[in-house]
């Protein structure tokens, strides 16, 4: 399994921006698919955003789907989720997470950082 500690997140104004960072530990990064999800207060975590091993495939929630941007650097051993145009229902922890294979379902994925908070105002 890989380690994995987000950073990045605050409070941020409606039509805002954030740069999440998810920073991971082990020489295997590269060969995980990572991903985001998140949970908002008595609601169930949900799926945001993955990408592949390599960047070659990514995919998004509808909801995020044109302002938010997953990318990875496997040099760095870390992923990103660039958060534009944020929305109050934004508002959550947000978690990076590694699967061994392309995912959308929290099931898959094995390791999971301890989140981190964003939360949008009106």
């Known amino acids: 399994q890989v380690q994995l500690v987000e950073s990045g997140g605050g409070l941020v104004q409606a039509g805002g921006s954030l740069r999440l960072s998810c920073a991971a530990s082990g020489r295997t990064f590269s060969s995980y698919a990572m991903g985001w999800f998140r949970q908002a207060p008595g609601k169930e975590r949900e799926f945001v955003a993955v990408?592949?091993?390599?960047?070659?495939?990514?995919l998004y929630a509808d909801s995020v789907k044109g302002r938010f941007t997953i990318s990875r650097d496997n040099a760095k051993n870390t992923a990103y989720l660039q958060m534009n145009s944020l929305k109050p229902e934004d508002t959550a922890v947000y978690y990076c997470?590694?699967?061994?294979?392309?995912?959308?379902?929290?099931?898959?994925?094995?390791?999971w950082g301890q989140g981190t908070q964003v939360t949008v105002s009106s």
């Open positions: 997470a590694a699967s061994e294979r392309l995912a959308l379902g929290s099931t898959s994925f094995g390791s």
């Open positions: 990408i592949s091993w390599n960047g070659g495939r990514i």
